[in-house]
């Protein structure tokens, strides 16, 4: 009617109402319309419209277009606001669905588990969006949503995540991960939403953690580990869990920043705790051992590669990760010196996750190490090339009658090791001192120092029958052989004792591995699985093995890490912090001298007392002192 009119009268329109300031037709009608029908109406529409909703929501089919066309009608009245709209139907159709709601949420809660409870919040809420899509205006879905969210969330949050049978801890322990996913998605939409769920799952998190913890720690104090140290298993299941939890925070919920310090915690809570005699620290170096090593975990590649970048990972919630690199790089220099690695790329692979994760700070030892490997081969091929010429000068000049090759190590990256100054045979006396002329001729700042109980050599031993054998053995062991050369007599502990040069410790190490390990080349008298000073030795003529290549064990004469070295280290980088921060400073309270320097370690979390002990230090030695009005200030001397 209203459009026909203001066809029918548009001149009035456009000419004699503009000109008069009077209404437009529109204006008019609509006025009119409001003053004799709306205001009579409106409340009995608005409380129908609201009833034909609640039916809908109850299963009910209802008249969607007649919805549509009173709705439009509030928006009109309007007059092009929706200020009428809201306050007459979008206001009281908000609150009758939270009372509606409300009750449907309490029904919920006392019939429905959890998942199933979510489930149809999700529905419903979904529900509403279309409803409004039909036949509300857009304007109306953020307000509607909003308040059923409040009422059928926030409301029930605590009750339904702390559930035992259905709650965040039931879900993880299930791995119902479409639950846990339905969970994330609707309680992200709440303000503070997610930290209690994200601190359910810490406090789930910790407690697996600390099982397995507790059940190695149980499993090594009743002996049902045989060996403690280089059993995989305890890294393998901390590994697992971190594979499940990382996967669960990356997926089902987003990779929320909250959930990923929830994990971050987590596992620094309990991957830092002693397990036994072993700190989570060396167990896990010696797991990357295990798989780096010939004779390890047989593994392809990308298994190998999969696990270091797993130990990677958890290696970064250790806070002495200090302590790591120490014994990571003392059974390193093992594997690259007794040429026990499986893969080169998978050294290297390793050193440049650790670098990336901890800086070149924290691998430039091992860089190192692995760069006089390199150079290793350079030197074989010149001094061959050093013979070569010697031999031009004189037949005799560098005749060898055995394959020798040397390790230069650089003293600054490779761990400290004992040198022994062991009586060598005149033939390997010869070889060691042909190299030494080489060296010098190479360069003239550096020294030369023998580490014997690094070495190692195949010996051919030939027995009665015409039977032969490759000993793999150490240089030492070597050695000792080599003593039983000639004759058929026996030698006494004391008479290879003086021959050797070597302390008792050392002699015994050595002849028990001869003797009484598997494969016994000497035999002993009194027989027996223990060396003592007063033993006799003779070379054992009828020994007999089914393989011609043997490789002779021996125990280390080297610790697989040195407590003092980690302690001398932290002690330097403790006080390089301090000078750094005080040298920015100038002057620094107590407590914030302290705050700033755990701040700055990166690589260990130092006791406090330690930090005042290195303060002291520093004060002694002039660097600090303290201010002579406030005793908890120090100020820096330049």
């Known amino acids: 009617m209203m459009k026909w009119m203001t066809r029918f009268f548009m001149y009035l329109d456009r000419y004699y109402v503009k000109h008069h300031s009077l209404p437009t037709l529109d204006d008019a009608g609509l006025q009119s319309f409001d003053r004799m029908v709306f205001q009579k109406v409106k409340v009995r529409v608005k409380d129908a419209m609201i009833e034909l909703i609640e039916k809908e929501r109850n299963g009910e089919l209802i008249d969607t277009t007649l919805m ?19 306050t007459c139907l979008e206001m009281d159709l908000v609150l009758t669905s939270a009372t509606y709601y409300e009750r449907k949420s309490k029904g919920w809660l006392c019939e429905d588990s959890t998942p199933v409870y979510l489930q149809k919040v999700e529905e419903a809420l979904q529900s509403e969006r279309n409803r ?14 909003d308040e059923l969210e409040n009422v059928l969330l926030e409301a029930a949050q605590k009750e339904l995540i702390e559930r035992e049978n259905s709650g965040v801890i039931a879900l993880l322990k299930n791995d119902k991960l479409d639950d846990l996913a339905r969970m994330y998605r609707l309680f992200a939409r709440l303000k503070s939403g997610l930290e209690p769920i994200a601190n359910l799952v810490q406090q789930h998190i910790t407690a697996v953690g600390n099982d397995i913890v507790a059940k190695r720690a149980n499993a090594v104090a009743s002996g049902n580990v045989r060996d403690p140290s280089s059993d995989p298993t305890f890294i393998k299941d901390i590994l697992a ?25 987590a596992f620094v809570e309990f991957v830092n705790r002693d397990v036994g005699p072993d700190s989570s620290a060396k167990l896990m170096s010696t797991f990357c051992d295990r798989i780096l090593k010939t004779g390890g975990e047989k593994l392809s590649d990308e298994q190998v590669e999969d696990y270091l970048e797993k130990v990677v990972f958890v290696f970064s919630y250790l806070t002495d990760k200090d302590l790591f690199a120490e014994i990571y790089r003392n059974q390193l220099a093992k594997r690259l010196l007794n040429q026990r690695s499986a893969s080169a790329d998978a050294e290297v692979l390793m050193i440049g996750k650790l670098k990336l994760r901890c800086g070149a700070q ?13 150079i290793g081969s350079d030197h074989h091929h010149e001094f061959e090339g050093f013979l070569k010429k010697q031999r031009e000068k004189g037949p005799n000049e560098a005749a060898l009658s055995l394959e020798f090759s040397v390790q230069v190590l650089t003293t600054g990256y490779w761990p400290s090791y004992r040198i022994l100054e062991v009586s060598m045979p005149p033939l390997m006396v010869r070889c060691m001192n042909l190299f030494k002329v080489y060296y010098d001729s190479k360069t003239s700042h550096r020294r030369l120092q023998w580490v014997h109980s690094l070495g190692n050599a195949t010996v051919r031993a030939n027995f009665p029958k015409k039977k032969w054998y490759d000993l793999q053995v150490t240089t030492l062991q070597a050695v000792a052989l080599l003593l039983f050369n000639e004759g058929e007599g026996t030698l006494s502990f004391e008479a290879v004792r003086e021959s050797l040069n070597l302390t008792v410790d050392v002699v015994k190490r050595i002849m028990h591995s001869l003797s009484c390990g598997k494969y016994k080349l000497l035999t002993k008298t009194p027989a027996g699985k223990t060396i003592s000073t007063s033993d006799q030795f003779m070379l054992n003529r009828t020994f007999a093995s089914p393989m011609r290549k043997l490789r002779i064990p021996m125990a280390s004469l080297e610790e697989s890490h040195s407590q003092k070295s980690v302690e001398e280290d932290r002690s330097i980088a403790i006080e390089a912090a301090i000078v750094r921060i005080m040298k920015a400073r100038k002057t620094l309270q107590h407590q914030q ?10 690589f260990f979390k130092p006791n406090l007392k330690v930090i005042k002990r290195r303060i002291e230090a520093l004060i002694d030695r002039e660097y600090l002192e303290r201010d002579p009005d406030q005793a908890n200030t120090y100020r820096y001397l330049a």
């Open 593 to 602: 001298l302290i705050s700033e320097v755990l701040s700055q370690l990166a």
């Open 132 to 145: 409004v899509h039909t036949y509300l205006h857009k304007s109306t879905e953020p307000k509607l949503v």
């Open 362 to 374: 924290f691998t430039g030892k091992m860089e190192g190490m692995m760069n006089d490997l390199a």
């Open 241 to 265: 869990i971190h594979d499940k939890f990382r996967s669960i925070v990356n997926d089902q919920f987003a990779g929320n920043s909250l959930f990923q310090k929830a994990l971050k915690e």
């Open 68 to 86: 549509r066309n009173c709705v439009e009608i509030f928006e009109v009245m309007g007059m092009k606001s929706l200020d009428v709209y809201q």
